[in-house]
């Protein structure tokens, strides 16, 4: 799906908003809080970003771009390229990070990491549920939507670094009462931070994170060989040591979606019809991994001889 940029602003140092809408003015597909798009910035080069707006607003997708010097290059091509009138391939939305119904919940963000909790925000709020907003990030001019979410109240605080120093995740993480569900989005050393925190209070069930870049050092056992079975024809394919299930697949000609290949997006999760998936991405809970009913093919491996995958051959997924 094309959409063109209908407005950009500046949000935050180095951080700029983008609306886009489609050029026939249908609705956009219907989204939830947690949801993020494909941003297709060029050939081979796609981003994910959160939707940031209301999923009231089918006209507009809002979305917050960091520029990252340090990056490999699409958040620079975006800002150099992303103005009123440009138009850019999108995929999605997809969420794997779908806010949950709770009476009470805590939400701690990083930096960028802000986007998809505001529609969070404006949903518990919404339901009049009992929450809190954790929001930290280098200096007050690098926060993105800071102002504007610090006219919700008290429940909110931000918390600049060269200010505040590091977020006080134990006073925060000590006051939630049973039930709360945590949200947290933002850099891996937050996430690993606060992941640790839960582990220690006990607290990993009501934890739902949202990774963008790949969890390290990607958990995994020694890369082997082992085959892939399509449910559908019993075909059986042998998938070297030093390629991936995706690769493997493809070159069968079964047209597997993808976008991070680094097991943080989702696009490539398959239904596995048997066999023990080696699950190596970022997204799926502990609970869904012990299921093993489905798996990230661009980056996951089996513990078995043999995986049985819910594909077809020359059907795109
Ligand atoms: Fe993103 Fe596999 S392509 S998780």
Known sequence: MNLTVSGRRDVA????????????????????????IDFIVG??????????????????????????????????AIHADAHIGSSFEVAGPRNNFALEPADSYLFIAGGIGITPIIPMVSAAVASDADWRLLYGGRQRTSMAYAEELEQLGPRVSIRPQDVDGLLDLDAV????????????????????????????????????????????PVVGGVDTDFEVELGSTGQVLSVPADRSILDVL????????????????????????????????????????????????????????????????????
């Not at 209301?54 to 620079?76: F, M, N």
């Not at 933002?186 to 606060?194: F, I, K, Q, S, T």
């Open 13 to 36: 140092t180095g951080v700029i908003e983008l609306v886009l809408r489609r050029d026939d003015g249908q609705a956009l597909a219907v989204w939830a809080p947690g949801a993020h």
């Open 43 to 76: 050939p081979g080069v796609v981003r994910q970003y959160s939707l940031c707006g209301s999923p009231a607003d089918r006209a507009h997708y809002r979305i917050a771009v960091l520029r990252e010097e340090a990056g490999r290059g699409g958040s620079v």
């Open 173 to 216: 993480l000590s006051r939630c009462v049973a039930g709360t569900l945590i949200y947290c989005c933002g850099p891996e050393p937050l996430l690993a931070a606060v992941e640790d925190r839960c582990e220690r209070r006990q607290l990993m069930s009501s934890l739902r994170l949202e990774r963008f870049q790949a969890r390290q």
């Open 250 to 317: 493809r070159d069968y000609g079964i047209d597997v979606m993808s976008s991070c290949e680094e097991g943080v997006c989702g696009s490539c999760e398959i239904p596995v019809c048997s066999g023990i998936p080696d699950h190596r991405d970022s997204i799926l809970t502990d609970e869904e991994r012990e299921a093993g009913d489905r798996m990230m093919v661009c980056v996951s491996r089996s513990r078995s001889a043999r995986l049985c995958l819910d594909v077809k051959p020359g059907e795109p997924r």
